[in-house]
């Protein structure tokens, strides 16, 4: 199945709405005429500040210091979210702006059957392409000063430092702030393609005149469920849920699903 989706309408007087998240200051998701269902929404981010000098000529921004998030200063974008003018060197609510939607572009399954003398082999895989998933789980994994005394990602060991320049993960540091941990931003969002096998099944179907024909269609099989996920995604389980218009696609450490295993037997008398 191929998606498109845009909204058309709110009711009169109505541009959009939007809802928060987790733990994040203001709103996470933001649904607008003209836009995808489910847009993440908040500050782009363009990479960590270096150095204090680094700090002093980009554009003013609350809490700015080596090793936090650089945001984009964008507020001159238009409603598709392309630029249209000069920045005003100010990084404020006029800057946030669409960060990708949850919604995917593609779904899609593959039933796959075999059958070669008493052997049968069946598997179904499912994939979903095209969609982002606002991992808002690190808020709690990735910065020391918002939720201590947790367990952490082992991202932090590539945090920033000043021998460490080269990363995307900011500085781990005591400290929550408009420029680390509070704001919707760029750094939650990650690609949510993925592709599971469901389901793989093998079994066997013994002769009529095995075992003196004590049984008719005696058939043995071992199956497993969830077997392998591939996938980007760096969260426990790209298949998030949650409602379609309010937080659809936002993971706040989502039970992953479970791996299963199965011995089948099955006969007539």
Do not use: C, H
């Not at 995808?36 to 210091?65: K, R």
Request: hydrophobic share 35%; glycine share 10%; charged share 20%.
């Amino acid at each position: 199945a191929l998606l498109k989706n845009e909204i058309t309408k709110f009711t009169d007087d109505v541009d959009f709405f939007e809802s928060g998240g987790s733990r994040i200051t203001g709103s996470i998701v933001r649904n607008q005429v003209g836009r995808s269902l489910s847009s993440f929404w908040g500050y782009q981010v363009t990479g960590l500040f270096q150095n204090d000098a680094e700090v002093a000529s980009a554009a003013t921004q609350s809490d700015a210091a080596p090793g936090r998030f650089r945001f984009e200063d964008n507020n001159s974008r238009n409603e598709d979210g392309d630029l249209t003018g000069m920045p005003d060197g100010i990084i404020d609510e006029a800057d946030r702006t669409f960060l990708g939607s949850a919604v995917p572009d593609f779904t899609g399954g593959l039933n796959i059957r075999l059958n070669y003398k008493n052997f049968d082999f069946g598997t179904f895989l499912y994939a979903s392409l095209g969609n982002e998933i606002y991992n808002n789980s690190k808020w709690f994994t990735d910065f020391y000063g918002t939720f201590k005394g947790a367990s952490v990602s082992t991202r932090v060991l590539n945090s920033w430092t000043p021998e460490n320049p080269n990363t995307s993960v900011p500085i781990y540091e005591t400290a929550s702030n408009f420029s680390t941990s509070q704001q919707s931003t760029s750094y939650y969002v990650e690609d949510g393609s993925y592709l599971r096998m469901q389901n793989i099944t093998l079994g066997y179907t013994l002769d009529d005149d095995a075992l003196n024909g004590m049984f008719n269609n005696l058939r043995v099989a071992v199956s497993a469920t969830n077997l392998f996920t591939i996938t980007g995604y760096e969260g426990l389980d790209p298949a998030v849920g949650g409602s379609a218009d309010t937080d659809f696609g936002v993971d706040v450490g989502n039970y992953p699903v479970t791996r299963g295993f199965n011995f089948n037997l099955s006969l007539d008398f």
